[in-house]
């Protein structure tokens, strides 16, 4: 069974930084990616990674200020999180698909985690 468990959300505040953690079970990965909904929004492309580490992608709002990683011996994928400001706020979701590429659409995802909320204050 496959499974993707997402943790190290939480409550902040601004400025400051946390680590996300996906772990994936049942099987490996090529491409992974985390995404992020708020309230009242819609579910929205954060950063992706390829399988090798060496292709990376992240939408303007976050560069500079978020990392996404990788570990294949432990099937887990991060993302590092510093400078976080309040409409960093929603729930963060951890993705997988099974083709390669490292696109930004929800659809091109073929498993979900049941994502860890992330809060700061201001």
């Known amino acids: 069974q496959v499974q993707l468990v997402e943790s190290g959300g939480g409550l902040v505040q601004a400025g400051d930084s946390l680590r996300l953690s996906c772990a994936a079970s049942?099987?490996?990965?090529?491409?992974m990616a985390w995404f992020r909904q708020a309230p009242g929004k819609e579910r929205e492309f954060v950063a992706v990674?390829?399988?090798?580490?060496?292709?990376?992608d992240y939408t303007d709002s976050v560069k500079g200020r978020f990392t996404i990683s990788r570990d294949n011996a432990k099937n887990t994928v991060y993302l590092q999180m510093n400078s976080l400001k309040p409409e960093d706020t929603a729930v963060y979701y951890c993705?997988?698909?099974?083709?390669?590429?490292?696109?930004?659409?929800?659809?091109?995802?073929?498993?979900w985690g049941q994502g860890t909320q992330v809060t700061v204050s201001s």
């Open positions: 990674i390829s399988r090798s580490g060496r292709i990376t």
């Open positions: 993705a997988a698909r099974l083709g390669v590429g490292v696109g930004r659409t929800i659809k091109e995802y073929n498993y």
């Open positions: 049942g099987r490996t990965f090529s491409t």
